[in-house]
């Protein structure tokens, strides 16, 4: 059975940091890139960050370049998110992605996380 299960959402104050985690199984995980996305209230989801599964190179959307960090572990089977220097503007849920080529996507039921003084 297909499984990705987030973790380490929460509160933060503006300029915190976060880290989330996604633990994968079911599936063969190296060779599917993985990906975070987003869904703030009354928007729709948005792809933040992905890693490939060739290389483990990283791509950002421009709004968290600089501030997250994706990074993956294949013996674990786990993808992490970094992000410092937190905004209000990232409040959202946070969902983890597993994508392949001619495959069905993946997905995570979501991690909530939310930035406010």
């Known amino acids: 059975q297909v499984q990705l299960v987030e973790s380490g959402g929460g509160l933060v104050q503006p300029g915190g940091s976060l880290r989330l985690s996604c633990v994968a199984s079911?599936?063969?995980?190296?060779?599917?890139?993985m990906r975070w996305y987003r869904q703030a209230p009354g928007k729709e989801r948005e792809l933040v960050a992905g890693i490939t599964s060739a290389d483990g190179s990283a791509d950002y959307v421009d709004s968290v370049k600089d501030r997250f960090t994706i990074s993956r572990d294949n013996a674990k089977k786990t993808v992490a998110l970094q992000m410092n220097s937190l905004k209000p503007e990232d409040t959202a849920v946070y969902y983890c992605n597993a994508h392949r080529s001619s495959f069905r996507d993946h997905w995570g039921r979501g991690t909530q996380v939310t930035v406010s003084s």
């Open positions: 079911g599936f063969t995980f190296s060779s599917y890139a």
